[in-house]
């Protein structure tokens, strides 16, 4: 059975750091692209970054690259996000989803349970 | 990255037929054939039911199915019924190797 499980969340001040993370079981980690998704509070989705099964293919929302980095350790099977500069419009519930897809990104076919992100003073 | 345009919200009676639409642009949608939907019910996880445009993933009821004209793609949920009531989501993949999800539509089993 596939699992992703996220950890890391928390409430942060403006302008400060977080880093996420997503621990994945249940099917051969390095094979897969990864994601993450937010979704705010009572809203909808909203994609945030990729990483290609070899870290070599990355891509960012427009609304948080420069401030987020997204990496992953195959070794570990694991999946991380680094945010930085954090602003409350980055409040919101994180999902790391596994990919279909080895180098590219477009069907989220599993998700974790996701781990709540709370940026305020 | 504009987020795809969604209805907020459709509604059906037991047995129906609803469609869901989701327009983009020549960027995504138009472009691509990598739409993707998702159901979310309340508390839940999003639930993938549509990829590639037409195809279920495995365990999907055969009565959901997807398709796509030009910029704009949908979903068509057959035979409704009570536990189809969620919010659904469709999803592009888009130029410039980036994601972008529609706002969310509600649906309500009348």
């Known amino acids: 059975e596939v699992q992703l499980v996220e950890s890391g969340g928390g409430l942060v001040q403006p302008g400060g750091s977080l880093r996420l993370s997503c621990e994945a079981s249940g099917f051969t980690f390095d094979d897969y692209a990864m994601n993450w998704v937010r979704q705010t509070p009572g809203k909808g989705l909203e994609w945030v970054s990729g990483i290609s099964w070899n870290s070599r293919y990355i891509g960012y929302a427009d609304s948080v690259k420069g401030r987020f980095t997204i990496s992953r350790d195959n070794a570990k099977n694991s999946l991380y996000l680094q945010m930085n500069s954090l602003r409350p419009e980055d409040t919101a519930l994180y999902y790391c989803?596994?990919?279909?897809?080895?180098?590219?990104?477009?069907?989220?076919?599993?998700w974790g349970q996701g781990t709540l992100v709370t940026v305020s003073s | 990255q504009s987020a795809l345009t969604q209805p907020a919200s459709v509604s059906g009676s037991p047995g129906q037929s609803i469609i869901i639409s989701c327009t983009g642009t020549s960027s995504d949608i138009g472009t691509h054939n990598l739409v993707s939907w998702y159901q979310q019910h309340p508390g839940k996880t999003p639930k993938p039911i549509i990829y590639e445009v037409t195809k279920r993933p495995s365990g999907v009821s055969y009565r959901f199915s997807g398709s796509k004209s030009g910029n704009t793609a949908s979903l068509t949920i057959s035979g409704l019924q009570a536990e189809d009531e969620a919010d659904y989501y469709c999803c592009s993949y888009a130029d410039g190797s980036t994601v972008v999800f529609g706002g969310g539509t509600k649906l309500t089993v009348l």
């Open positions: 989803a596994k990919d279909s897809s080895s180098s590219s990104w477009h069907f989220l076919d599993c």
